[in-house]
């Protein structure tokens, strides 16, 4: 019989065993506590059978997601290449402009050397500042594009020439047009006309998104902002869709977030023919 002095209220446990009591039998079999019949304060010890292997222990209805591909877990493309279509000749211009008209004025008032120069450069920085805020002003800033890896390793086997010209042409900036799309969606949309909708509610083009579909197909999302339009507005003219960006493509239409919808333009084309 050994006695152990247990840290709460000074009480003693006493263990009764057979076998040494070590520290290797301490943590091989669980040992259990049970107060003395004669001494509240102290308590004795017994051995318990072995209970096994700890397993992990799940709620019944939890399901195991881990494995489940979700669209954060894919890798997104950076477009970091340059291109002249991510420059602004507003911007460019404009710049241009305003340099040589300042250092102009500095130089021809003897406050920058050059003075012998200060003529060439107002007369070209005039000019060239007057066309830069002209480009700026009919200037179409290009609408963010999101780009998913399956998706641009599928663009060039599967996406139609006409797929391939709206990404280009909406992800670069454009000059005169009041809107991305807007010879499509004046169209489609029919402004003014019977059965369509008036210019002032025309959607408005926010981004894009490059994706591949459950099926393993080619899916360019446009996703554009109509505060005053319904999604029923969209759904009935999905044909138009389909019909005006086709051949070999189906319009789908969904609804994103607040005053957001998705018109999914996806390839008839598929690498996988079994698909």
């Known amino acids: 019989m050994a006695t152990l002095t247990t840290a709460r209220g000074g009480g003693s446990i006493l263990c009764s065993h057979h076998e040494p009591f070590t520290r290797y039998r301490f943590l091989s079999r669980p040992l259990l506590l049970h107060p003395h019949p004669s001494n509240p304060t102290s308590t004795f010890l017994t051995y318990s059978k072995p209970i096994g292997p700890i397993s992990k222990i799940t709620s019944p209805g939890a399901a195991d997601t881990s494995s489940v591909p979700t669209t954060a877990d894919k890798a997104i493309v950076t477009d970091d290449q340059f291109s002249l279509a991510k420059v602004s000749f507003g911007t460019i211009g404009l710049g241009g402009g305003i340099t040589l008209l300042g250092y102009g004025f500095g130089a021809y008032f003897n406050i920058l050397p050059g003075s012998e120069w200060s003529a060439l450069m107002l007369t070209y920085g005039f000019p060239l500042a007057i066309i830069g805020m002209a480009f700026k002003y009919a200037e179409l800033k290009p609408v963010p594009c999101?780009?998913?890896?399956?998706?641009?390793?599928?663009?060039?086997?599967?996406?139609?020439?006409?797929?391939?010209?709206?990404?280009?042409?909406?992800?670069?900036?454009?000059?005169?047009?009041e809107q991305h799309l807007d010879e499509a969606l004046k169209r489609i949309f029919q402004y003014g006309q019977g059965g369509g909708i008036a210019r002032r509610s025309a959607p408005v083009l926010q981004k894009i998104r490059e994706e591949v579909t459950e099926d393993g197909r080619y899916c360019l999302v446009l996703v554009f902002e109509a505060k005053s339009l319904q999604l029923s507005d969209f759904e009935q003219r999905q044909a138009k869709f389909t019909s005006f960006f086709g051949p070999g493509i189906t319009a789908e239409i969904a609804k994103g977030e607040e005053n957001l919808y998705e018109v999914k333009l996806i390839s008839n084309s598929n690498v996988n023919p079994s698909a």
Not at 147 to 158: P, S, V
């Open 146 to 177: 999101l780009t998913y890896l399956d998706a641009q390793q599928l663009r060039e086997k599967c996406a139609t020439p006409i797929l391939i010209q709206v990404r280009n042409d909406v992800t670069r900036y454009r000059y005169g047009d």
